[in-house]
């Protein structure tokens, strides 16, 4: 069993920077295709970012690209969520995921689940 746990969240002002972790246990993490996404009280889960099984290949999410950044160390077994430039919009609940997928925008790919992570940006 994988067992992921974020952490990381907080508040924040609109224009500032978070990094969020996922700490990965009872698993190889370069094995599995990771994603982190986002979901906020009566509104679906979002597609935030991926990152790819092997090559380091990755995906964002329209919203993000060019201010959000994922990457993992394996050896650390963690996987990380560099969010810069930070809107109020942004606010919601992060969760990172892992699957057997290489690589996958849809939350349906992907097997484990963390517990999730608040960040909140004011403006």
């Known amino acids: 069993q994988v067992q992921l746990v974020e952490s990381g969240g907080g508040l924040v002002q609109a224009g500032g920077s978070l990094r969020l972790s996922c700490a990965a246990s009872g698993g190889t993490l370069s094995a599995y295709g990771m994603g982190w996404f986002r979901q906020t009280p009566g509104q679906e889960r979002e597609f935030v970012a991926a990152?790819?099984?092997?090559?380091?290949?990755?995906y964002y999410g329209d919203s993000v690209v060019g201010r959000f950044s994922i990457f993992r160390d394996n050896a650390k077994m963690t996987l990380y969520l560099r969010m810069n430039n930070l809107k109020p919009e942004d606010t919601a609940v992060y969760y990172c995921?892992?699957?057997?997928?290489?690589?996958?925008?849809?939350?349906?790919?992907?097997?484990?689940w963390g517990q999730g992570t608040q960040v909140t940006v004011s403006s």
């Open positions: 995921a892992a699957g057997g997928k290489f690589i996958s925008r849809s939350g349906k790919d992907y097997d484990y």
């Open positions: 990152l790819s099984r092997s090559d380091g290949s990755s």
